[in-house]
């Protein structure tokens, strides 16, 4: 959002050392250029309106709670859980809501880069269904796509959301325009190195791949890289994801209290199956934790029920701790970790009104201070 509130010939997003998108300075900035970008960046603040209602000091603003799965088999099979976040796309689309959608999709120029597509059709979706873990910036030309003047639905990380929002405050072209916010819950962005960790662990060279996907054609799906000679290489998630993955987070999402897209219309997210108190990742039927947040996104969900692109059961929310049990520990110790960085490098972002006064109470004393302690050692040396 840096970039496109100020402009590319000034800030550009680039991929740094570590391998992580940052923006770097391409020419001088004025004071305007600044004030510009701490208003809308959600990594410097990040606020609820007080006009919020149904907040919950876990999850968010909730109207409803579902699980649920797109009826198409296709969407279903491809996307990260059932497919509803493309079941919705692809319903807005096709019932003439918006004009496009604006989502990630795998770079046709580099199968281990993602890039903007704006999908105008159900084929365009299915390109880009399942989730693509590694950097992205989405909102890096949104000044080009609200300069369209097309009705458009954007599909992006919470962090995206929540700068679109923030933008909104200063642009009135945001609400004429963007008609729905739709997020996932996301436990952080690797780095690019992170993907080419995966291809070493399948014996792999980066140069000699022509297509790779971190999960989906399935639930969860595996990661799977396909050569030039068309030799398919996959692993299972929890390995891909839960061993080689997350060790490449960046800090910045360690200390993020909203994984869960509290800032937008409608969440999709993975309606796990456990035991013990932990996803166990089986391959099964995609299923999707569906959140209504909004009375627009509730609108939604229900408009596409009935058009029969989606298919949802009711859920008690105390059940999302089961399905979700990261996001619950990372909202319930963040204000922790807050602490702890600011203590340590005397400066941490500001937030407000995310309840994490009332989440940290439902944390247990000696966690929420074992991940204080924890992001005070680490925040020196750390770059967010």
Same mark, same amino acid.
């Given at each position: 959002?840096?970039?496109?509130?100020?402009?590319s010939s000034?800030?550009?997003?680039?991929?740094?050392?570590e391998?992580?998108?940052?923006?770097?300075?391409?020419?001088?900035?004025t004071e305007?250029?600044?004030?510009?970008?701490?208003?809308?960046?959600?990594?410097i603040?990040?606020?609820?309106?007080?006009?919020?209602?149904?907040?919950?000091?876990?999850?968010?603003?909730?109207?409803?709670?579902?699980?649920? !799965?797109?009826?198409?088999?296709?969407?279903?099979?491809?996307?990260?859980s059932?497919g509803?976040?493309s079941?919705?796309?692809?319903?807005? @689309?096709?019932?003439?809501?918006v004009?496009?959608?604006?989502?990630?999709?795998?770079s046709a120029?580099?199968?281990?880069?993602n890039e @903007?597509?704006?999908?105008?059709?159900?084929?365009?979706?299915?390109?880009?269904a399942g989730?693509?873990?590694?950097?992205?910036?989405?909102?890096?030309?949104?000044g080009?796509l609200?300069?369209?003047g097309?009705? !458009?639905?954007?599909?992006?990380?919470?962090c995206?959301?929540?700068?679109?929002?923030?933008?909104?405050l200063?642009?009135?072209?945001?609400d004429?325009?963007?008609?729905?916010?739709?997020?996932f819950?996301?436990?952080g962005i690797?780095?690019?190195?992170g993907a080419?960790?995966?291809?070493?662990h399948l014996g792999?060279?980066?140069?000699?791949?022509t297509?790779?996907?971190?999960?989906?054609?399935?639930?969860?799906?595996?990661?799977?890289?396909?050569?030039?000679?068309?030799?398919s290489?996959?692993?299972d998630?929890?390995?891909?994801?839960?061993?080689?993955?997350?060790?490449?987070?960046?800090?910045? %999402?360690k200390? %993020?209290?909203?994984?869960?897209?509290? !800032?937008a219309?409608v969440v999709?997210a993975?309606?796990?199956?456990?035991?013990?108190?932990?996803?166990?990742?089986e391959e099964r039927e995609?299923?999707? @934790?569906?959140?209504g947040?909004?009375?627009?996104?509730?609108?939604?969900?229900?408009?596409?029920?009935?058009?029969?692109a989606?298919?949802?059961?009711p859920?008690p929310?105390?059940?999302?701790?089961?399905?979700?049990?990261?996001q619950r520990?990372?909202? %319930?110790?963040?204000?922790?970790?807050?602490?702890?960085?600011? @203590?340590r490098?005397?400066?941490?972002?500001?937030?407000?009104?995310?309840?994490?006064?009332?989440?940290?109470?439902?944390?247990?004393?000696?966690?929420?201070?074992?991940?204080?302690?924890?992001?005070?050692?680490?925040?020196?040396?750390?770059?967010?």
């Amino acid at each position: 959002m840096c970039e496109a509130v100020v402009g590319s010939s000034e800030i550009q997003m680039l991929i740094s050392s570590e391998g992580y998108l940052r923006p770097e300075t391409i020419g001088p900035l004025t004071e305007t250029d600044v004030a510009d970008v701490r208003a809308v960046c959600p990594g410097i603040r990040l606020e609820h309106s007080r006009a919020v209602k149904n907040y919950h000091p876990i999850w968010g603003p909730i109207q409803t709670v579902r699980t649920g !799965f797109a009826t198409d088999a296709a969407v279903r099979r491809e996307g990260s859980s059932g497919g509803v976040i493309s079941a919705l796309a692809i319903y807005l @689309l096709e019932s003439k809501q918006v004009a496009f959608v604006a989502q990630i999709a795998a770079s046709a120029s580099n199968p281990l880069s993602n890039e @903007l597509q704006l999908s105008r059709t159900r084929d365009d979706v299915i390109r880009a269904a399942g989730s693509r873990y590694g950097p992205a910036a989405p909102l890096a030309r949104f000044g080009e796509l609200l300069d369209h003047g097309e009705p !458009f639905a954007l599909i992006g990380k919470p962090c995206d959301v929540a700068a679109v929002r923030q933008l909104s405050l200063r642009d009135a072209r945001v609400d004429r325009q963007v008609r729905f916010l739709i997020s996932f819950m996301c436990a952080g962005i690797p780095s690019e190195k992170g993907a080419r960790a995966i291809l070493a662990h399948l014996g792999v060279a980066a140069d000699d791949v022509t297509s790779f996907r971190y999960r989906g054609d399935g639930w969860p799906g595996k990661a799977r890289a396909v050569t030039r000679n068309g030799q398919s290489h996959e692993r299972d998630y929890a390995t891909s994801w839960g061993t080689i993955l997350n060790r490449h987070l960046q800090f910045r %999402c360690k200390i %993020c209290p909203d994984g869960t897209g509290e !800032f937008a219309d409608v969440v999709g997210a993975d309606a796990w199956y456990g035991k013990d108190g932990y996803p166990d990742f089986e391959e099964r039927e995609g299923r999707s @934790l569906v959140l209504g947040r909004t009375a627009l996104g509730e609108q939604l969900i229900r408009e596409a029920v009935q058009a029969g692109a989606i298919d949802v059961s009711p859920l008690p929310i105390d059940d999302i701790n089961l399905m979700q049990p990261y996001q619950r520990q990372r909202k %319930c110790t963040v204000l922790g970790r807050i602490i702890g960085m600011r @203590l340590r490098r005397g400066v941490a972002p500001s937030y407000r009104r995310l309840g994490l006064v009332r989440a940290s109470l439902a944390a247990g004393p000696i966690d929420w201070l074992r991940n204080a302690w924890g992001t005070f050692k680490r925040a020196r040396g750390e770059n967010p």
